[in-house]
C-alpha cells in the first residue's frame, strides 16, 4: 500500500494548531449539503423561480407542498405537478396564514408580492422554520446558488449575495473545468465505499482507520475516468486483491482497460484543473470582498 499523505497531512492539520486570521473570520456564510429526504419544503408561488426551487428540492428527495393560483402557473411547474403527483401536493390557491405552515420543515416563496414575502418570512420566522425569499436579502435565512450538478457530485458557487450573474458565469467556467467522468467516478467510489464497509464494518477505531487510508489511496492512486470505469467485478478484485492484502492494485490488475484518446486529462492536469477552479472560486470571494467594501 502507498503512503497515505492526504491522512497523514489531515493528521497532522489536527494536532498542530494553524497560525489563523482570526480577524477575518466574518462576512461568510455557511456551506452545506442540506438533508432534505423526507422533509416537507412549502414553496409559495408557480411561476419562473418557482419551477427552478422545485426542481431544486426535488432532487434532494424532498416532499413538496405547492401553493399558487393555477392562472399563474408556469410551463415547468405544470409539468412538475404532473410529472410528480406522488411528492407534489399542490393547492391552486394563495398563501392562507399560519395553518399552511403545519409541518412544513423549510419554505420557499417566489411571489411577485414583496408585501406579502415579508409577511410570510415573519410567519415563518415566528415558527422558526428556515426560510428563502427571492430576491429579498433579508428575508433570506439562507440563499440558493448557481449550481452544478452531475450525479452525486455537486458544486455551488455562492457570491454571498453580492453578484448573482458573476455566480453564474463563474458556474459556467468551473462547468468547463471538471475532469470527463467525474460524477461517475464519484458515483462508482460510493458503491466501492459502502462494498468496503460490508467486508470492514463499525464505526472508529483501528479498523476505521484502515479503511480511509486504503480509500484514500485507491482514490489518489487512480485517475478520475478509471474511477468511473469500475463495475461490480472489478470492485470485487480491487476489495479481494487490494483491501485483503493491503494494498492498491492498478486498474488493469483488476480486469479494467485504459480507454484513454490522446485528448485524455492525465492526473498532473487534473490537478492543475482542480487549482484553476480553485482559483476561480478564489477570485469569486475576491470580487465579493471587493464588492463589500465598495458599499
Ligand atoms: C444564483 C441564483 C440561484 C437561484 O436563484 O436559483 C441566484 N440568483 C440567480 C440569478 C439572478 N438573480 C438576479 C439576476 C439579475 C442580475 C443582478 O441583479 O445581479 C440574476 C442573473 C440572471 O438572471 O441571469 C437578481 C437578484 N437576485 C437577488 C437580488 C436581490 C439583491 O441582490 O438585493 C436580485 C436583484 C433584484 C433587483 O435588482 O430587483 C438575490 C439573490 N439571488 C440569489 C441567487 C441569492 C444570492 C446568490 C449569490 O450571491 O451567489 C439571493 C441573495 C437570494 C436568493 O434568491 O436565494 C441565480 C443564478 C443561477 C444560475 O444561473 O446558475
Ligand atoms: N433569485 C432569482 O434568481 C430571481 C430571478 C428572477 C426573479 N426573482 C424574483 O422572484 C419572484 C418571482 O419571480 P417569477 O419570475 O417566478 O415571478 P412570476 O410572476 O412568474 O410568478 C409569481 C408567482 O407567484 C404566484 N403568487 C403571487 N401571489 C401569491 C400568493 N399570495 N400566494 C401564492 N402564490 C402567489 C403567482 O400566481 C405566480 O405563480 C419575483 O419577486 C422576482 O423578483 C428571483
Known amino acids: 500500500m502507498g503512503t497515505s499523505r492526504q491522512w497523514t497531512s489531515l493528521a497532522k492539520f489536527i494536532d498542530t494548531p494553524r497560525m489563523a486570521d482570526t480577524a477575518s473570520l466574518s462576512g461568510g456564510s455557511l456551506l452545506l449539503a442540506w438533508q432534505l429526504k423526507d422533509k416537507t419544503v412549502l414553496i409559495i408561488g408557480g411561476g419562473d423561480v418557482a419551477s427552478g426551487r422545485i426542481e431544486s428540492v426535488l432532487v434532494a428527495d424532498a416532499r413538496v407542498t405547492l401553493i399558487a393560483p393555477s392562472a399563474g402557473l408556469h410551463p415547468l411547474t405544470k409539468q412538475f405537478i404532473e410529472d410528480y403527483p406522488d411528492r407534489i401536493t ?59 450538478r452531475s450525479g452525486p457530485l455537486q458544486i455551488m458557487i455562492s457570491t454571498n449575495g453580492q453578484s448573482p450573474k458573476l455566480a453564474n458565469l463563474i458556474r459556467k467556467q468551473i462547468e468547463r473545468s471538471i475532469p470527463d467522468g467525474a460524477g461517475e467516478a464519484v458515483e462508482k467510489v460510493g458503491v466501492l465505499r459502502s462494498k468496503l464497509r460490508e467486508r470492514a464494518p463499525g464505526v472508529g477505531g483501528e479498523l476505521g482507520k484502515r479503511r ?55 492526473k498532473t492536469a487534473n490537478l492543475w484543473l482542480s487549482s484553476a477552479a480553485a482559483f476561480v472560486v478564489g477570485a469569486a470571494c475576491t470580487v465579493a470582498v471587493l464588492l463589500t467594501g465598495r458599499r
Open 90 to 148: 399542490y393547492h391552486d390557491r394563495t398563501f392562507a396564514g399560519p395553518s399552511d405552515l403545519a409541518g412544513v420543515d423549510m419554505v420557499l416563496t417566489a411571489i411577485d408580492d414583496v408585501d406579502k414575502s415579508r409577511e410570510i418570512c415573519a410567519l415563518a420566522r415566528e415558527h422558526r422554520i428556515p426560510i428563502n425569499v427571492a430576491d429579498i436579502p433579508p428575508s433570506c435565512d439562507f440563499y440558493f446558488g448557481s449550481q452544478i
Open 212 to 266: 480511509m487510508r486504503w480509500m484514500i489511496d485507491v482514490c489518489t492512486n487512480w485517475e478520475m475516468e478509471d474511477l468511473a470505469l469500475l463495475d461490480e467485478d472489478m470492485m470485487a478484485k480491487l476489495l479481494d486483491d487490494g483491501w485483503e492484502k493491503n494494498r492498491v492494485p492498478r486498474l488493469q490488475e483488476v480486469g479494467g482497460a485504459k480507454r484513454r484518446s490522446s485528448t485524455s486529462t492525465p
